[in-house]
């Protein structure tokens, strides 16, 4: 079975999860993980990995499900975290990515195999 690295390998290495590393990220697309202490939470995939990279960073709960359910990890009785907080969160991550024609297959691929905990859905294996 492979692991993490291995199914990594095409990825650019780990990188603090900052606005500095989303600016270097080409407007191409690909596929992007987000890593908390070398594991993987979050696999996605986009058309554009700049402006999506920038998007989980400074974005809201409704335009990005990774922004969603970090925030509700961090969420306390009473207000609930916020964008600011979850930035900060994510800003202590590193994320990876690779530039791919096929963006939704290496993500899925990704999902299967990781099962990160911020993907909401694990995608069905194909028969």
Known sequence: MLDAEDLLADFTPSQPYTMEAAAGAPGTPGVHVVLDGGTVVYVGYT???RNRLRQHLTGNRDSSVLHEQVGQLLDK????????????WLGRCEVRWQETDNPEGTKEALVLALRPRFNRQVPKPRR
């Open 47 to 49: 058309g554009n990995l």
């Open 77 to 88: 009785p009473g207000p609930e975290a916020s964008a600011a907080d979850i930035a900060d």
